[in-house]
């Protein structure tokens, strides 16, 4: 349902515009980095990245009611969508809100880029496919979210941000659409079965 | 005569007192015995080689699934197992984890809740949620204590007593895992024949290890990080029983 929805979302879309972004924070929940995504600041800097179409999975958090969301519906199961304007001739960006998604792979294939917490279940689904922007949840009790985030970023392989830092980290997100980053390695699965075949005494 | 009955009731008098320290004692003698069987068999002591086998011998595997990310990284770590050769699999769950056991059918290719001759489910009471208070952790912890024990020690005990549950115990990190191998561990402690331990620690953990890897980090018999940090600085942290191969998710 939620897909359906955010494909309505794209065709009306009226800007020249023609990037998705992707921003999910997995089963728990972020606000600190949803509400930012929905407010003006960052808002008003998506059309003139090209971006046409954010699809926000916020999980659990509440939605904060600022004004920049105000026509904003939001139906029994938390989801719902907004057209926001940029008066200042930026364009339009269609903004798509949902609590979760069955088909989370589905959405990162349609997405040019994702912007996730830095959970490594997330990061691993989607740095092999999308270029990637974490922001590591700092309130939770044993920060290694930010560890995870800092070594994969020293390395290049996605881009690390603070909700701070967001606006300027957007560019780098949209230009590496454009100029990859570096590939995360492939899965080599010859490497585990050799530590546990030696475990069991299997030469 | 009257010496003789003199010292018995000296005797007498002096076993009152006595027994208190006699009963010290005993305990002291039983506790030093217990950690130096612990320490005998630690394999951060001494590890212990495997049995030697043969190509076409099979291995039956236990998996423990836990939670969110540790199951996305298990199901990964499995899909590049041999599943001919590590079989039949014993996949223990936390009661209503739904993930994983979608997780389970994803990597046996069949239905979510079934079961085949090549794989059993076992569903255990949650040890700990997030956030339970200390005295509550402790009641629910006992009760997956008692759970794991029926299931993984008593029961295969009495059906087949030669044989440990599981020739191999997989586990990467979820709380609930430390007890499924403090079970385990005590066939190994009584000296019967035991299952071997893996412990695989999360892509997550970069330059330190999580509580359960710290745990158990002494008592499994191979212990694998997927970060060269992440138990100890450079080379230091890694060892014999410690392994480094790179990502493996």
Not at chain 1, 139 to 167: R, W
Not at chain 2, 43 to 71: I, N, Y
Not at chain 2, 136 to 144: E, L, R
Not at chain 2, 168 to 174: R, S
């Amino acid at each position: 349902m939620s897909t359906s929805a955010s494909k309505a979302a794209a065709s009306e879309s009226t800007q020249s515009g023609s990037y998705t972004l992707l921003v999910t924070v997995g089963s728990t929940l972020f606000p600190e980095l949803t509400n930012c995504i929905l407010s003006s600041a960052i808002l008003s800097i998506l059309p003139s990245l090209g971006i046409k179409l954010v699809n926000v999975q916020y999980g659990k958090a509440d939605l904060l009611a600022h004004e920049e969301i105000e026509d904003l519906e939001i139906d029994a199961q938390g989801s719902g969508e907004f057209t926001w304007t940029d008066y200042n001739g930026a364009g339009q960006v269609n903004v798509h809100v949902f609590r979760y998604t069955n088909d989370l792979s589905k959405l990162i294939k349609e997405s040019d880029a994702v912007i996730s917490h830095a959970g490594s279940g997330s990061i691993l689904e989607v740095i092999r496919s999308k270029p990637l922007l974490v922001v590591p949840n700092s309130s939770l009790m044993d920060n290694h979210q930010a560890q995870l985030a800092d070594a994969l970023g020293d390395q290049g392989y996605l881009i690390s941000s603070t909700v701070e830092q967001l606006d300027s980290k957007l560019a780098l997100l949209v230009k590496s659409i454009k100029q990859p980053l570096k590939p995360f390695p492939a899965l080599d699965k010859a490497r585990f079965p050799v530590i546990v075949d030696q475990t069991m005494g299997f030469e | 005569m009257q010496v003789l009955s003199c010292l018995s009731s000296t005797n007498h008098v002096i076993a009152g007192p006595m027994v208190v320290p006699l009963v010290v004692l005993v305990l002291l003698l039983a506790l030093l015995l217990l950690v130096s069987r612990l320490v005998w068999i630690c394999p951060a002591v001494r590890s212990q080689k495997p049995t030697k086998r043969q190509k076409d011998e099979t291995c039956s595997l236990g998996v423990f699934l836990g939670s969110g990310g540790h199951t996305g990284e298990m199901k990964i770590l499995l899909s590049s197992l041999d599943l001919e050769r590590y079989k039949p699999r014993r996949y223990v769950v936390c009661h209503g984890d739904q993930l994983s056991l979608v997780a389970i059918a994803n990597v046996e290719g069949t239905q979510p809740e079934t079961q085949t001759s090549d794989y059993t489910i076992l569903s255990l009471p949650r040890a700990r949620r997030v956030g339970q208070p200390l005295l509550s952790t402790a009641m629910s912890t006992f009760k997956t204590i008692l759970v794991a024990l029926w299931h993984t020690f008593l029961l295969p005990l009495l059906q087949r007593p030669e044989e440990p549950w599981v020739d191999l115990l997989l586990v990467n990190g979820p709380g609930t895992c430390v007890v499924l191998v403090l079970v385990t561990y005590i066939r190994r402690f009584l000296g019967l024949s035991a299952s071997r331990i893996i412990y695989v620690e999360s892509f997550a953990r970069v330059n330190s290890l999580s509580l359960s890897g710290k745990l158990l980090r002494p008592w499994v018999d191979t212990f694998v990080v997927q970060w060269p940090d992440a138990a100890g600085k450079g080379a230091a942290g890694l060892s014999g029983r410690v392994r480094h191969r790179g990502w493996l998710v």
